[in-house]
Structure formats: structure tokens, C-alpha cells
């Protein structure tokens, strides 16, 4: 089983209270519905442990996936192009796509 982490921050403007209404109403559920992902959760980055330094993203996306050759097959699909699309083009600002995997 690989972990996908997605950090990202907002687009300058974007509303927040918008963007979260998106995520639990659209982006989560489509991703949850994908067969090759077991689970899937979003958290906001409230700050930086022992630091007052303003934090480098807003979210975190962690993505449990079962078989990542069947991600990339299933991001193709027509539902999740439309979830991409309104991701990158309408929310998200300088995101980044960690693929882990268990150590410890």
C-alpha cells in the first residue's frame, strides 16, 4: 500500500469555507470512490510545530492507494479530469505529490 500526501496552499483570494465545501462534497467523495484508493482524508495545516513562522502549505491531502498503476489509470477518468481541473485551476497554489510508502 503506497500513501500519496498532496501538500498545497490556497490560491491568493480563494475562501476557504468555499474550498472546503468543495472538498467534502466533491473531491472527497470521487477520490474515495476510486477502487484502487482504500482511504482518504484532508486536514488543514494550522501552523509549525515550535515555530511562529507562518506554515509553507494551508492542506494536506493523505490518499491510501492500493495499486498506483490503477491510479494512473483511474485519474484519467472523466470525473476525476473535472476534480484535477477545478483543483489545480481553481484552488490550488503550488502543490506538491509526495508517493510514500510504510517504514515503521
Do not use: H, N
Not at 498545497?8 to 465545501?21: A, I, W
Not at 467534502?24 to 470512490?33: I, N, S
Not at 494551508?58 to 490503477?70: F, G, H, N, R
Not at 476534480?83 to 481553481?90: G, I, P, W, Y
Amino acid at each position: 500500500m503506497a500513501r500519496l500526501i498532496v501538500l498545497f496552499g490556497l490560491k491568493p483570494g480563494v475562501d476557504r469555507v468555499e474550498y472546503e465545501k468543495w472538498a467534502r462534497e466533491v473531491d472527497a467523495p470521487t477520490v474515495k470512490d476510486l477502487e484502487s484508493v482504500g482511504g482518504f482524508s484532508l486536514v488543514r495545516v494550522t501552523g509549525m510545530l515550535g515555530s511562529q513562522d507562518p506554515a509553507p502549505y494551508d492542506y494536506c491531502e493523505v490518499i491510501d492507494v492500493s495499486d498506483l498503476e490503477k491510479l494512473g489509470s483511474e485519474m484519467q477518468s472523466e470525473a476525476m479530469q473535472e476534480v484535477l481541473a477545478t483543483f489545480q485551476d481553481r484552488y490550488a497554489d503550488q502543490s506538491t505529490f509526495p508517493v510514500t510508502e510504510l517504514v515503521v
